[in-house]
């Protein structure tokens, strides 16, 4: 069983930075593709980014594209996105998902496993 913990929401300005940290259980993440995804209040869920099982291939969304980046660290267990230039059209509440057959999808059924969410709030 894979445990997936999201980390890193809060409440910010318009145009600041926020870093989401993904931390995952198993000792075969290297081997999970994964993906970001969020869902605002009265939306549906949106996928955000993926990233590939040794993180050389990325994908994203274009309403973030330029704004965000994912990463990951393979040696801790961990998924990031990197956030800047927020909008407050960025508010949501993100989850960090993983493929376990090591996939860059964009596709939420794709993902076996999920994470319960962080929020992610930006004012204007």
């Known amino acids: 069983q894979v445990q997936l913990a999201e980390s890193g929401g809060g409440l910010v300005q318009a145009g600041v930075s926020l870093r989401l940290s993904c931390a995952a259980s198993?000792?075969?993440?290297?081997?999970?593709?994964m993906g970001w995804f969020r869902q605002a209040p009265g939306k549906e869920r949106e996928f955000v980014a993926a990233?590939?099982?040794?993180?050389?291939?990325?994908d994203y969304a274009d309403s973030v594209q330029g704004r965000f980046t994912i990463s990951r660290d393979n040696a801790k267990n961990t998924v990031y996105l990197q956030m800047n230039s927020l909008k407050p059209e960025d508010t949501a509440v993100y989850y960090c998902?993983?493929?376990?057959?090591?996939?860059?999808?964009?596709?939420?059924?794709?993902?076996?496993?999920w994470g319960q969410g962080t929020q992610v709030t930006v004012s204007s």
């Open positions: 198993g000792r075969t993440f290297s081997s999970y593709g």
């Open positions: 990233i590939s099982r040794s993180g050389g291939v990325t």
């Open positions: 998902a993983a493929d376990l057959r090591g996939r860059v999808t964009r596709g939420g059924s794709d993902y076996q496993h």
